[in-house]
């Protein structure tokens, strides 16, 4: 690619651009957090008398709505799609809190799952229509490390709130929905101010000549900077593309033994492991930490040395070492060792495939489609994990491990046989 000649005022427009960008991160992380933690606070729920199979029902309507929440995307403006769905999850997470009958918690999963359904698939859209294909892993990567460290104080959180058990005659679970609820609309309603738009409308953010400047050098490095028409024929022949359906299987097998330590990571703990409540709560949230390194560097890593596939086959690799470990090992100590292999290796397989999918899309109609077609199949992924693990099989958790291990090892073959491939053709 030739090289690139800035506008005058390179320092700035690089500076507006970046605090452009930071804007929108910041807010998708922080919203994106509070979203995600009605998914890691389950487990902790559970401890206090509501079953997390009942997050089945989330991720059901989660996959029927993803592709269409996209399409909506680009018309209404991400500023107020994103927040839109934020605060309508979060003002329906907080009604749950005081919800008595089982009729209308079962509306309200529904509801969460159709306003969750659009948001990260909106998020993954929007940031990788704004970077370069070689730019564009660590930001993803960025975007979700957020997530994953305030992960790693999820549990500890859901422990706090549901000390609350009892105070104005609600039961601890009430506590942790109500309080998480007003945190996400409070985070969702601010990032309606501070989203920026598509890089061809984003003059509300930067000056004419450092809009060109970002546009030109998209279209130099994948030529799809301006949003090109959606139809139902253009849809449909997106869809017949195989190529989503490689990202999404490796996503559903990235999925599986994330949802899975998310779930269930506090129950194996206390009673695989034999900790109390407290501690078992506790313990959950260190390994996420790990997890946010290794997320950043292999993010880094393969945008510098321009490499996908094989960065994520290593760290499925090292994932399923970690489970086996975790399900077969003596001591609770090496068995808590597994656990941070585990987790520390897999949460960068989320962006790291979302990466890998977004660097082999061109027109912004096929990257809507193909960011919600893969997230699809995160969220079977999940159901898959949320009726693979039994718990009369603790402290054993023999299926929860064979499940995970034989799809980690097909995505394995699949990235280590296709990575190169599908990037060197593009």
Request: glycine content about 10%.
């Amino acid at each position: 690619m030739a090289a690139q000649q800035a506008p005058d005022g390179l320092r700035t427009r690089h500076s507006d651009e970046e605090s452009g960008n930071y804007r929108v991160e910041e807010k998708l992380e922080g919203s994106a957090h509070v979203e995600d933690a009605e998914k890691k606070d389950i487990a902790a729920v559970s401890t206090h008398g509501l079953s997390p199979e009942e997050q089945k029902k989330v991720i059901l309507y989660y996959i029927l709505f993803e592709i269409p929440s996209n399409l909506i995307l680009p018309r209404a403006g991400p500023a107020n799609w994103l927040a839109f769905l934020g605060v309508g999850f979060g003002s329906v997470l907080l009604g749950m809190g005081f919800t008595k009958h089982w009729g209308t918690m079962a509306l309200c999963r529904a509801l969460l799952g159709v306003l969750e359904a659009g948001f990260l698939p909106g998020c993954t859209y929007l940031i990788t229509c704004w970077y370069t294909r070689f730019e564009v892993g660590k930001r993803l990567s960025g975007f979700w490390i957020m997530s994953v460290v305030l992960s790693a104080f999820s549990a500890i959180f859901a422990y706090v709130l549901a000390l609350l058990d009892g105070k104005g005659g609600l039961a601890g679970w009430s506590w942790i929905f109500i309080i998480e609820g007003a945190i996400t609309i409070v985070v969702c309603g601010f990032g309606w101010f501070i989203i920026i738009d598509f890089p061809t409308k984003a003059g509300k953010f930067l000056k004419p000549a450092e809009q060109a400047f970002v546009i030109e050098r998209i279209n130099n490095d994948r030529g799809d900077a301006e949003e090109d028409d959606v139809n139902a024929r253009k849809i449909l022949k997106h869809l017949k593309d195989w190529k989503l359906y490689f990202w999404a299987f490796n996503l559903m097998s990235s999925t599986l033994p994330g949802y899975a330590y998310s779930y269930f990571l506090p129950i194996i703990l206390r009673n695989g492991m034999g900790f109390s409540r407290t501690n078992s709560m506790l313990l959950s949230a260190p390994p996420y930490l790990l997890a946010a390194i290794m997320a950043f560097v292999s993010g880094w890593l393969g945008d510098k040395y321009k490499i996908r596939g094989p960065i994520i086959a290593v760290h499925q690799a090292i994932t399923a070492v970690g489970m086996l470990i975790t399900v077969y090992a003596k001591s609770n100590a090496a068995r808590y060792f597994g656990a941070f292999l585990g987790i520390g290796f897999l949460q960068f397989c989320v962006p790291g495939v979302l990466t890998f999918q977004a660097n082999n899309i061109t027109s912004h109609s096929k990257r809507a489609v193909a960011s919600a077609t893969c997230l699809i199949g995160g969220g079977v992924g999940g159901i898959i994990s949320s009726v693979a693990f039994m718990a009369e099989e603790s402290p054993a958790l023999y299926h929860w491990c064979v499940d995970h291990v034989r799809h980690f090892n097909d995505q394995y073959l699949h990235d280590h046989h296709h990575g190169s491939v599908l990037l060197a053709a593009q």
